[in-house]
RNA sequence: CGGGGCGUGGCUCAGCCUGGUAGAGCACAGCGUUUGGGACGCUGGGGUCGUGGGUUCAAAUCCCUCCGCCCCGACCA
């Protein structure tokens, strides 16, 4: 049964995205600042999970944070021919310091390589200075011309990694490193979610990038979503900052850099990939509340004996679990059981009076909403049974999104197959097309290459467009 | 930036066509009864109807200006 005020997803899949959000009570709309959103609580807690998350494999791939300034001088961006074309129509500029003119105007970063880069060129002189891996949390703003709150905002909050190296053969194993071994791992771990990986087409690639990966992840309507990206920067940025450094041989030569980064819309990914009509649903090893307990009673005797219990119950969970004990008065369990569903809390524990003279509780799961997901279970060995439960809920969110996806993806031979299935969901199909053509195809049925996946058949097909011979598959699917 | 829609208590909206000085539901506050899947009663607080101008004895209502927001496209994490 969808709660009021959900839209469900089959009615209208924008409006119910809206929806969780508000009802979820992760954001607001910042509706003085065109754009921007406020981040309640409840959605900041949500991605300080995923910073922690990141945050520990970027540290134990050798990175370290540092942090570099919000305002960037505008001749900086201007020093990367395709960096500029990418970025110029969307920079917030800064051309005024009170009532004074500035001489250069400043604008806010809409990612960083050039600032750190001017930075880099400073501080590398030798090879023994690299590889330099250095990463920052940061805000950026982008003057969209259509936002949808954590999916795409004017100012969104990011890590952006930054990194130098000797060679190409090293800058392409950090890149391809951290795409497996930090935005894949932690993806489809953490928030079970699961991604395809893959390298972008020159149309998709980073403005000023040699080659851009990604991971893809499919939302339930079926369409695309980029859940982060890894450029192999080459010698682009090296070259317009200057980055070099003398080798062995006392010769000085030009780096070679990456950067790579994901962002709050991770949130929206989240939302998109698992929540169901009845709210939100948070993995479990991302929650930031795993567990919530709701104690019933009817009267003052009931009360002090179900509080009574429930502070017995989770005493041992300390540490263990996070978990919450919703106490409010005033409110019956009904609206209770009903808001924590809304806000994806994974295990509810329901303690009555009959609980207390049974010595049972009743565990409920986000997963399987309303009272099919329930059952009564014994208060001894609780702890352990709930830690048993929120890893089988993680394991079936994943598997269950898998299937999704699985389910919604097709290889297609010809372009009305490719028509027709983009509408579903992925379209796997051979290409030996060119930026032109996959520019029409943009055109005629909104649908992009998400990427050229690592994972490849190996044997050769015909391209689904221009019917060459070709060797390469991608994905087609319309993107968020 | 193009196309469409909308601005009325915190929220969702009615009232506008046919001008007469503002309503409902939800939310909020107090009290009481309730509490195992979104409780109920009573009482109460809260709006110069987006902005500026015009018409009129009189404007939420009619006319014009501006502003803002939402939706749909093209651009993008």
């Not at 050798?62 to 990367?80: D, Q, R, T, V, W």
């Not at 992840?217 to 982060?228: C, H, I, N, Y």
Request: aromatic share 10%; glycine share 6%.
């Amino acid at each position: 049964m969808p709660k009021d005020g959900i839209t469900p997803r089959a009615q209208d899949y924008s409006q119910w995205y809206l929806d969780i959000v508000r009802g979820a009570d992760l954001a607001d709309y910042a509706e003085v600042v065109r754009g921007c959103i406020v981040f309640k609580p409840t959605g900041y807690a949500l991605w300080e999970a995923i910073q922690r998350g990141l945050d520990d494999r970027i540290k134990a791939t050798g990175h370290m944070n540092a942090y570099f300034p919000l305002l960037i001088p505008k001749s900086f961006i201007m020093k990367e021919a395709e960096h500029v074309e990418g970025f110029a129509p969307e920079l917030f500029e800064v051309t005024q310091i009170g009532a004074n003119e500035l001489p250069e105007p400043l604008v806010v970063r809409p990612t960083s390589e050039t600032i750190i880069g001017y930075f880099y060129a400073k501080w590398i002189r030798s090879y023994r200075d690299l590889p330099l891996l250095i990463n920052q949390w940061a805000n950026v703003m982008r003057a969209e011309m259509r936002t949808r709150p954590f999916l795409r905002t004017a100012e969104f909050l990011w890590q952006e990694g930054h990194t130098v190296h000797v060679d190409e053969a090293d800058a392409e194993r950090e890149t391809l490193m951290i795409l497996h071994d930090v935005y894949a791992d932690f993806v489809e771990k953490e928030m079970a979610v699961p991604v395809i990986k893959g390298l972008k087409t020159e149309k998709e690639k980073f403005p000023g990038a040699l080659r851009s990966y990604c991971i893809e992840a499919m939302m339930q309507d079926g369409r695309a979503l980029q859940a982060g990206t890894s450029h192999n920067l080459g010698q682009n940025f090296a070259r317009a900052f200057n980055i070099s450094y003398t080798d062995q041989n006392n010769t000085i030569q030009t780096a070679w850099t990456t950067s790579w980064g994901v962002s709050t819309r991770l949130i929206g990914a989240l939302i998109m990939a698992h929540s169901d009509d009845e709210g939100l649903v948070v993995p479990p090893r991302l929650a930031p509340t795993q567990v919530v307990v709701v104690p019933i009673y009817k009267n003052d005797a009931e009360k002090s004996a179900v509080l009574g219990a429930v502070e017995q119950i989770t005493a041992p969970w300390k540490g263990r679990l996070r978990f919450k004990i919703d106490d409010r008065e005033n409110l019956t369990p009904g609206f209770k059981f009903n808001e924590w569903e809304l806000k994806g809390v994974p295990v509810r524990v329901e303690v009555g009076p009959k609980d207390v003279e049974k010595g049972s509780v009743a565990l409920a799961r986000r997963d399987i909403p309303g009272k099919a997901g329930k059952s009564f279970v014994p208060q001894a060995g609780l702890a352990e049974h709930i830690e048993r439960l929120l890893a089988e809920i993680q394991q079936s969110l994943y598997d269950r999104a898998l299937k999704f996806r699985d389910d919604h993806t097709a290889d297609v031979q010809t372009y009305d197959e490719l028509k027709a299935q983009i509408e579903r969901g992925f379209a796997r199909c051979y290409w030996a097309g060119t930026t032109e053509d996959e520019k029409r195809i943009q055109d005629e049925v909104r649908a992009t290459i998400r990427c050229i996946p690592l994972d490849q058949p190996g044997t050769g097909g015909t391209c689904v467009y221009t019917g060459k011979p070709a060797t390469r598959q991608v994905i087609f699917a319309r993107a968020y």
